[in-house]
Each structure stands twice: as structure tokens, then as C-alpha cells.
């Protein structure tokens, strides 16, 4: 292929995996280089799993400010574009239908709070359907979102990465010492004694991003927002057929094939605020599980404007693909293919900047 490019992605989550899919996919030649000793170990091991175009608005920006609007608009329309690139990922892998399910839903703590929140969702062009149901809402005013989607997001994202390995992608595997280095404006890697050069580099390295961006000088502004997950056997009770958000305490209930999920909370200290919150709102789910299986605590890696950076730094060659907050699995393959047309077709997109 006439110019096929040597790109380097840094980070094997979600996002750096479908950058690195669409990016060969397009002819180039691609290396993934990941600090741990293998994929999908960041804040995309173990989320909420819904694909939630609805839940664009900001977690950190006020409201109640024109940012935040702007925010939305620019995180809903790659949303919406990402459920449809990612519907042609899936088919490809095999993870079509059965792997990824419809409609979400979201609680309210009364029926007149629910029904304002619809209206707020309405004025925005989100469509919500107002019910109550005694399983899948746990007897609570929900609003359900029918455009929304769901899955095991690192069931999908090892399924790329082995898709990825059996096409050639090179993948470098516990490169814990990687340095980014600047010469004459633009950028290069060392690892161990190697310097390894690129035409491109991206990093997709999650909440760390910033930290690598500081060795070249360069300022990115994320905050690492901290959540859990509580993983269970799934119990043998009746249970919820898609997941649940409460709309109070940014976390969610999901049940996969195999497992029970609880999830979420915004920077708590720790695990025990959710147990807590969901013994509240779904007493007869909690006492039927056994102890957990899992504990797991991860970094969302959410950029201070509301939105995902997705752009070529000051240095020439050197991306950033990453803040994608709570949103990561909602948009890593709309975002992949928003980095892949800028590379590869020289697009060029104000809104994904990096702004203070
Ligand atoms: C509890 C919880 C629930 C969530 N629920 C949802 C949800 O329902 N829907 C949704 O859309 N999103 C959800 N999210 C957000 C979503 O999971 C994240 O936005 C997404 O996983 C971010 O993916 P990423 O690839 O950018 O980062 P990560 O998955 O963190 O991947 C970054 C990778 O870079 C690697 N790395 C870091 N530093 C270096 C370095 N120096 N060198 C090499 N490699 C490096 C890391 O090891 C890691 O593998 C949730 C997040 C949490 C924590």
C-alpha cells in the first residue's frame, strides 16, 4: 500500500486496541507497546458495560455552563457514530447479537424526579421510555433507553486483541521502562536501550497518559477518576435483564452470562459506599450472592473539557487518543476511526483538541 505509515500505540485498553484494528485495517504497520503483561489490565478490565450514548453529558464540567453543553454535543454525535462503527467490529470478531444486548436502564428515586429527567433527556434529543418493573427495575421509577447497548467490554476487547495477534499486529508486552523522548520537535521511544522510531505515535494509555505527555514537556488535562467493580458468581434469583444505573451515585448493576456486576461510584475511598448504596436499592439481589469474587478498583481517565482528546500534539507525530471518562467503551471505535481518518485521509477535528 502506498503510504503505509509506522505507527506506534501506547496502551492496550479499549482504546489503544480498536485504534491499532482500524489503523492496520487502513495498511498500516502497527505496534502496540503495553506496560503490563498483557491486554485489557487499565480501567477497561472491568466496567459497567454499557454502551450509553444517553450518558454523554460531562461528569466534571458544571451543567449549568455552555461547556458543558458543547461537551455533550460533540461526546453524543461520536457516541452515536461509534455504536455504528462498532457494530462492523463486532461482526467481524464474531461478537455480534448474543454478546452485545439492548436497552439500559436508569432509576430515580421517585416518579416525579424520573419524569423531569425524561423531559431534561428529551430537550437534549435522547429518547427515554418512563417504567417501573418489579425485576428489571427493582420495583423503582426508571427511565429506559432502547438506543442504548451492552456487553462484557473485556471479553470483547481480548477477542480484538486476539484477532489483532492472529493478523500481525506486533505487540510488545511488559514494557515497563518506556521513555518518550523529543529531538528537533519531534518524537521518539526508548525502551531499555532501544530507541525505536515511528512516523506516528499515540498514546492510548489511560489515566497514565498525562504522565508520559509530561516527559515531553506537554501539559494533557486529565483527572484519574477512581471506581470499583464487585464481581459475583451469578445467583440463582430472578434478575434484571439489562443493566441498571442509579441515577444517584454513578453506578450500576449489570449481569452478564456468567457473573453479577456492581459498579461504579465516583472517586470514593472505597468499594464499601457501593455495596452499600445497592444493598439499598436491590436488597433481595445482595443477600442472594455469595461472597465476591473479585474486587477490582480502576482509573477512568477523564479529561478536564468533557471530552476525549483525539488529536496531533505540538509535537509532530505524536497523538493523544484518551479522556474518554466514563464513556471509554461507549466510544473507542468511534474514536478509533476518528484518529484513523486523521492519519490516514489528514481529517481534521476542533472538537477533540487538547483545551485546558
Ligand atoms: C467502574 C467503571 C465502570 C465503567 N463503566 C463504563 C460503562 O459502562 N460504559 C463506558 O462506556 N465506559 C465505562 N467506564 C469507562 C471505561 O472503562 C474507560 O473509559 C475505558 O476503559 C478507558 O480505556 P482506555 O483504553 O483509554 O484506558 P485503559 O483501559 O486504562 O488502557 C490504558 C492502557 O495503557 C497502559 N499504559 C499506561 N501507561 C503506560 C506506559 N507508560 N507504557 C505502556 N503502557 C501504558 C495501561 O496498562 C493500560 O493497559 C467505566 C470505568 C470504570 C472504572
Redesign the pocket.
Known amino acids: 500500500m502506498q503510504n503505509s505509515l509506522n505507527i506506534i500505540i501506547?496502551?492496550?485498553?479499549?482504546?489503544?486496541l480498536s485504534s491499532a484494528d482500524l489503523l492496520a485495517l487502513a495498511g498500516h504497520r502497527v505496534t502496540v507497546?503495553?506496560?503490563?503483561h498483557g491486554p485489557?489490565?487499565?480501567?477497561?478490565y472491568s466496567?459497567?458495560?454499557?454502551?450509553?450514548p444517553s450518558q454523554s453529558w460531562p461528569w466534571l464540567v458544571d451543567k449549568k455552563k455552555g461547556d458543558a453543553s458543547t461537551a455533550f454535543k460533540a461526546v453524543h454525535q461520536l457516541a452515536l457514530r461509534s455504536s455504528v462503527v462498532q457494530k462492523g467490529v463486532s461482526a467481524r470478531l464474531g461478537f455480534g447479537n448474543q454478546k452485545i444486548k439492548s436497552g439500559c436502564y436508569k432509576i430515580y428515586g421517585d416518579l416525579v424526579s424520573a419524569h423531569d429527567a425524561m423531559n431534561d433527556y428529551k430537550s437534549n434529543s435522547i429518547e427515554s421510555i418512563q417504567v417501573t418493573h418489579e425485576t428489571d427495575t427493582l420495583g423503582h421509577p426508571a427511565l429506559y433507553f432502547e438506543g442504548d447497548k451492552w456487553g462484557n467490554?473485556r471479553e470483547y476487547a481480548l477477542n480484538l486483541e486476539a484477532d489483532l495477534q492472529r493478523r500481525g499486529i506486533n505487540f510488545i508486552y511488559n514494557?515497563r521502562s518506556?521513555r518518550l523522548k523529543e529531538k528537533n520537535m519531534r518524537v521518539s521511544l526508548q525502551l531499555n536501550e532501544c530507541i525505536i522510531d515511528a512516523d506516528h505515535v499515540i498514546i492510548?494509555?489511560?489515566?497514565?497518559s498525562s504522565d508520559?505527555m509530561r516527559q515531553v514537556d506537554l501539559e494533557l488535562p486529565i483527572k484519574p477518576v477512581s471506581?470499583?467493580?464487585i464481581n459475583y458468581e451469578r445467583p440463582k434469583t430472578r434478575l434484571p435483564n439489562a443493566p441498571i444505573m442509579d441515577s444517584a451515585s454513578h453506578s450500576?448493576i449489570t449481569v452478564f452470562d456468567d457473573q453479577l456486576r456492581i459498579?461504579?461510584t465516583c472517586d470514593e475511598i472505597s468499594e464499601v459506599v457501593l455495596l452499600e448504596r445497592w444493598s439499598e436499592l436491590a436488597p433481595d439481589i445482595i443477600n442472594s450472592l455469595k461472597p465476591a469474587k473479585e474486587i477490582w478498583s480502576?482509573l477512568?481517565?477523564m479529561s478536564l473539557s468533557g471530552k476525549p482528546y483525539i488529536c496531533e500534539t505540538s509535537l509532530s507525530g505524536l497523538w493523544v487518543n484518551?479522556g474518554?471518562?466514563?464513556?471509554?467503551?461507549?466510544?473507542?471505535a468511534g474514536s478509533a476511526e476518528l484518529i484513523n481518518e486523521m492519519i490516514t485521509k489528514g481529517k481534521f477535528d476542533s472538537r477533540f483538541q487538547i483545551t485546558k
Open positions: 501506547i496502551g492496550a485498553g479499549l482504546v489503544g507497546i503495553e506496560s503490563q485489557v489490565y487499565g480501567a477497561s466496567n459497567s458495560g454499557m454502551l450509553h467490554a514494557a518506556l492510548a494509555a489511560g489515566a497514565s508520559l471506581g470499583y467493580a450500576a459498579s461504579g480502576g477512568r481517565p484518551t474518554h471518562g466514563h464513556m471509554g467503551w461507549t466510544l473507542c
